[in-house]
């Protein structure tokens, strides 16, 4: 497919869909002294934090590139009779290291090469571009070279108002979020004092902080859930047997990890959320063994024969018992998609850990029972001080027994029953989500443009709605910090690698831990949501809060298909317009793109053909003259950085420059102007397709409280 495109089309970016590249942890750095400097305190930390053992992947985002810029001047060029190629083809043949082979002479074996690389940008000026008329020319007569920033910003980055940059950090698949985490926070302890006055480093996101909650909870719940089922069950069991039983839940959970480890299944949010699931029912297999035994063992038979006896009368009840179980969270092992690939754990986890208490139950329960189980523990709730138990016993078998007796009646009172219930939902319940709404940990602030907007415009927009939130009080919100990223849209950018995008913004709202937030995270949405669209009247502008779990797409959202896309469009705006008259709705909008504006620049051929070029010629002319020509690397240590030959900015970057630029070929010249016009207009600045078809995606929120 690569050889059918264009041959100046850019390579395609295949993408694999992998949850391990997903950063772990993110750092912010900003400092009250430039971003240059910034950038090398960002570069040693970078290269600490690639080094800890488990780690992907560690990245600096939000660096701006640099470049050594040649920016010719067009009447100098025309002065010499040079052109911007003169210069490139210097550039090429100059800077250049050439190995010259091996020479061997006193006993020794001597690599030879020719040094010419240039090591410092000033040496760029004296590179000789032409000699002519015993008169050398060098690239500073006819051109300014300077090592800069890149005029085209392809983002800005700000924490609380401040430049910033930030690390991210992968980890590989498989290894410990929890140890790399704090091995990551190590780092920044022992290298905060190293660093200038004035540096700050603020940790925005730490997928750890889930996990030990998670773990916590998930050890809170076993200890409560032993607790618990030794103190029922001693009512009815006795004490010696309620710890039998207790006993499958630590041992279960053991065999689970051993099994889940021997599988290479990481401990991850949904294994440890199924492990909180399953927990209840560990306890069931061992309730009914343990029971059967005791009652055997009190029908006067020893504790051995009582066992196996007991064990065997209720194997299979059990066993069909503990299948039923498992088969009801089976399917989801074949659910597709995404959220497959998340929840096909939760089936895994619950099968393995239920097995190992059906393992307890048949092997460590009978054990015990034979070697320790005595009937002098009686059941405390029967025979003295028992009565009322007794009489509850008494009206529940009169009960079960009429009912057994119409069986009519119970199949047509069950469906009934269960009828009524979906239906009672369906009136009176809370409605149905995906996942539940909780108060969200981040909230952003999405501000668009125009489409080509330059980002200087779009960072001096979302500059104001910045101040806002900065600005606002505690009994307005509770907030850890506030980052800006200008040059990047937000939604749907999951996993990375999405295009720069100048005319677009947001903001990221980083609230209080919960239990320490002093006003609730869905106020300071709602305040956002009020008062920062006036702010910037003509923009685009939408809070959203952190998407919970897997990407999974808006709440509503339409795939309009067809061939032709300006009638997709029409009919998108259409669907649109009626989405946005249901109440509950909010942030309605599609992914049609408008036309981008364009100049084109529109040839000749005739014309060209008669002085010798062809349109490659022109385009070469114009792409060199405007985007410029790579003519080669200049590096410092590890570091390398483009050399770029184009002209000069004020003739590049301006619609009558396009005056100034020459087409050569073969020591021919012509300006571009008697080969092409020039036009301005627009194009479509993207298409999407879904399944080979042209798709436009229609798609809505649902307003704070609506379910």
Known sequence: AKGELPVDAEDPITQELNFSSIPIVNIALYADYDLERLESVADHLEDRLAKIPGVLEAKVLGKQEKEIAIDAD?????????????????VQTQHK???GGTMKASGFRFSVKVTGELSDPEEFKDLIVRAQDGRLIRVRDVAQVAFIYTRDLQSISRTNGKPSLTLTVAKRTGEDIVSIVDEVKKILAEEEPT??????????????????????????????????????LSFFLGLRNSMFISTAIPFSMALGFIVLSYMGVTLNMVVLFSLVVVLGMLVDDGIVVVENIYRHLHMGKGR???????????????????????????????????????????????????????????VFNPVFASLTMNTRDAHAMEGGGGDWFERFKDLYRRTLQRTLH????????????????????????????????TEPEVASVEIEGPLAQDIALTDSALKLPELATLSMSADVASMKSVSAIVGSGKSGNHFGGGQAESHKGYLDVVFQDYEKREVSSNTTMAWMAKNLPPLVPGWKIRVVKQQDGPPTGKPVEFEVSGDDYQQLSWMADSLKGLLEKIPGLTNINHDYDPARPEIRVDVDREQAKRLGFSTLDVAGA??????????????IGKDEYKVMVRLAPEIRENLNGFDEILVSKEGKLAPLMSLATIQQGANIASIRHIDG??????WAELAPGQK
Do not use: C
Request: net charge neutral.
């Open 304 to 362: 051995m024969q009582a066992a196996m006896d007991g064990t065997r009368e209720v194997a299979i009840p059990v066993f069909t018992a503990t299948l039923t179980n498992i088969g009801a969270f089976l399917p989801i092992f074949w659910m597709p998609g995404i959220m497959g690939e998340f929840m096909k754990y939760l089936p895994i986890t619950v099968s393995i850990t239920l097995a190992g208490s059906l393992f307890v139950a048949f």
């Open 195 to 232: 660093w200038p006055a004035g540096t700050h480093s603020l940790i925005t996101f730490d997928m750890s902080k889930s996990i030990r909650h998670m773990v916590d909870e998930l050890m809170n719940h076993l200890l409560m859930g032993v607790l618990l089922v030794v103190l029922v």
């Open 622 to 635: 114009v792409r060199g003259a405007i985007y410029g020509t790579e003519a080669a690397k200049y590096r």
């Open 97 to 99: 290291n050439i190995p």
């Open 74 to 90: 067009p009447a100098r060029l025309e002065q010499y009779g040079l052109t911007l190629y003169d210069i490139v083809s210097a």
């Open 406 to 437: 119409h069986p009519a009646w119970l199949t047509v009172f069950s469906v009934l029953f269960v009828a009524s219930g979906i239906m009672a939902y369906g009136v009176f319940g809370p409605g149905v989500v995906f996942f539940p709404i």
């Open 693 to 698: 078809r042209r798709t436009v995606q229609v």
